[in-house]
């Protein structure tokens, strides 16, 4: 496991929105994509904090090599 992919999972997971603002500025972002910063913010708030829990496990099992990365897009 990718020690980023566990830094990415702790700071979606407690932070939620800021922290997909801190990933989507930092070194922490997967080199071509970009985190959906506004999507992990609303969906939370729909969603009662389950989307959070889901892309913090998504940021846990991100791989680049994948087409999709549930809360990234390339780009």
Do not use: Q, W
């Not at 020690?3 to 080199?31: Q, Y």
């Not at 506004?38 to 989307?51: N, P, Q, R």
Request: proline share 3%; aromatic share 18%.
């Amino acid at each position: 496991m990718d020690n980023n992919n566990l830094v990415r999972f702790l700071l979606t997971f407690f932070l939620g929105f800021i922290g997909s603002i801190v990933i989507n500025h930092t070194s922490l972002k997967p080199a071509g994509y970009t985190s959906r910063s506004l999507a992990y913010f609303f969906l939370s708030i729909v969603t009662f904090g389950i989307y959070g829990l889901v892309a913090s496990i998504c940021n846990l099992t991100f791989d680049p090599n994948k087409e999709k990365n549930i809360g990234y897009f390339k780009g």
